[in-house]
Structures are given as C-alpha cells and as structure tokens.
Nanobody, 123 residues
Framework: EVQLVESGGGLVQAGGSLRLSCAVSGFSLDDYAIGWFRQAPGKEREGIICVKSSDSRVYYADSVKGRFTISSDNAKNTVYLQMNSLQPEDTGVYYC????????????????WGQGTQVTVSS
C-alpha cells in the first residue's frame, strides 16, 4: 500500500525558511514520480515541484523557482521540500504525492496523496 506522510509545516515570518518532509512507504522513490503541491485558501491545488528520479526531470513552478528545492534520502524513504525566502503568498496546505508516471506536475495526474501540512507565512 502506497502511503505518504508530510510533516514540518508551521508558522514562519516572511523571509524565513521551512523544510517539509514526506515519508513514503509501499513503493520505491527510484520508480515513482514525486510531487509537492499546495493549496492556498480559496484557490485550486497547484503543482510547485515535481521530480522523477529515473529520468532526472524536475519541474519548478515559476512562483517558487530560486526559492524552493526538492531533495530525497532514499535510504530513509523521505523526500524533502526546502523553502527559503517565504512570502505570505506561500501560505497554504502543502501536500506530497506520488505517481508511477508523473507525466505532468498536475494534481489531476497524481494518484496517491499525503494528508497535507499547513504552512502559514506572516507578513
């Protein structure tokens, strides 16, 4: 059974940093695409970073380029989202998700989801 569990969210001031973790089980990070998505209040869920290690493709949404990075520790079956220079518009619920193919960084594509973790950036 594929499972994903996010952690690391919280309240941070603008300009600060947070690192989110996504602990996965039931599949290999070498075989699946992993994505980080967020849903701001009143907005649709959007893909912000997606990666598939088998082909080294990484997608970054324009809104996070240069500020957010994705990494993984395959030995720990954990994926990380490092978020720097956070701004109030980064506030939302952050989800990690997995998909066998991950052709697009879209929530419509990804099949398996974590429960989400809240990130709030104060101005």
């Amino acid at each position: 059974e594929v499972q994903l569990v996010e952690s690391g969210g919280g309240l941070v001031q603008a300009g600060g940093s947070l690192r989110l973790s996504c602990a996965v089980s039931g599949f290999s990070l070498d075989d699946y695409a992993i994505g980080w998505f967020r849903q701001a209040p009143g907005k649709e869920r959007e893909g912000i970073i997606c990666v598939k290690s088998s082909d080294s493709r990484v997608y970054y949404a324009d809104s996070v380029k240069g500020r957010f990075t994705i990494s993984s520790d395959n030995a720990k079956n954990t994926v990380y989202l490092q978020m720097n220079s956070l701004q109030p518009e980064d506030t939302g619920v952050y989800y990690c998700a997995a998909d066998l193919h991950g052709y697009y960084c879209s929530p419509l594509v990804y099949d398996d989801w974590g429960q989400g973790t809240q990130v709030t950036v104060s101005s």
